[in-house]
Structure formats: C-alpha cells, structure tokens
C-alpha cells in the first residue's frame, strides 16, 4: 500500500515537471515540416458549388508562382469552345498574356510531379471593367475533347501580398451552345 502511494507520488511530480517542459518545446518542433492539409472553407455551401482541382507551387505572399486549375474529365461534360476564369477582386497580381497557357497536364501525385504535355494552342483575351473585376476569356484554336484527359489554365504570377483565400470561378461554352454555363471553382491559399 505505502509502496503503491509512492509510485502514485513519484507520478505527479514527473508529471508536474514532464508536461511543461513539453508545452514550452512544443512550438519549436511544430515548423519543422509544414502539413499540407487538404480542408477547404466554403462561405456558401450551396449545392450548385462544384470544387475544382487545383495545384500550386508557392504558397507564400509575394512569391513567384505558378497555378494550374486543373478540368479532369469528370469536370467536363463535352467540349469546350471557350474557357472563362474569373479571378477575385482581392487577388492583386500583374497578369501578362505570355504567362497565361492552356495545356494538356499530367497531375502530379505520389510518384511523379504535375507538368504540361502539350501546350493547346489558344487566344487569350485579359478583360477588366470598371468595378475592377478581372476574367480571362480563353478561346483554344479547337475544341477541348470530351475525353479521358485533364487539361489545365497555367498561370505564371507573383502571388498577391495579402494572405488569404481566393476563389477563382470558372464558365465553359460548350460546343453546339451560344452561352457559357458554371463549371466549377477553384480556392487557392496564399499565407
């Protein structure tokens, strides 16, 4: 019984000494490798809100980046005559034509990295009006296919020097219709 007391004693004091020592080093150990988490915040959580699949290489305010918003098949229902992105209002970045592409991608995964196949040959038109809104109209020199591969809009840009989240929408015109209709959206982090 004396024994057992001890042993319960001897317990609280490690204990007493063990669990601050670990809150101070704690935050130390913490940056050592940073989790890419895949948790994304939606404002609107309506139905009509598809995700989109997106992949960047710098995450970091103020940095040269590069982003590829990714159509996989599931994402297209038949093909695509134009491409509409519109970029958020809060997401202040030069954009220039010669950084903007069109490609047929490989997505990356465990085993290899996300990269352009084949550029798609297309005209790409910059729009800003009045309210400061921004889109790209992107029209390729023939149809995306409706088939089994991904294509993506690369962008080459320096990332805004605010952080935060940017949701970037986008619109397809399919072939055989004269309106572009939602095909999904994209949330970007930038910290």
């Known amino acids: 019984m004396l024994k057992t007391k001890k042993l319960v004693l001897n317990f609280k004091i490690l204990r007493f000494f063990l669990i601050p ?9 913490s940056n050592i490798q940073e989790a ?3 948790l994304e915040f939606q404002w609107d959580q309506d139905s009509s809100y598809r995700r989109l699949k997106w992949y960047q290489k710098e995450n970091k305010k103020g940095f040269r980046n590069k982003i590829y918003f990714f159509f996989k098949p599931s994402d297209r229902t038949s093909e695509l005559l134009k491409i509409n992105l519109a970029i958020p209002k809060t997401f202040k970045s030069t954009l220039d034509k010669e950084k903007i592409s069109l490609c047929k ?12 196949l084949e550029n798609i040959p297309a005209d790409i038109e910059i729009n800003t009006d009045e309210s400061s809104l921004r889109s790209l109209n992107i029209y390729p020199y023939s149809p995306i296919p409706f088939n089994k591969e991904s294509y993506a809009i690369v962008l080459k840009v320096f990332n805004p020097k605010r952080t935060g989240l940017y949701q970037f929408h986008s619109y397809g015109q399919p072939k055989g219709k004269s309106v572009s209709s939602y ?9």
């Open 36 to 38: 890419k988490a895949s």
């Open 183 to 191: 095909l999904g959206s994209w949330t970007i982090v930038i910290d």
């Open 105 to 116: 991608v490989r997505i990356g995964g465990y085993e290899n990295r996300t990269k352009c």
């Open 21 to 29: 020592t670990f809150l101070f080093f704690n935050p130390f150990f």
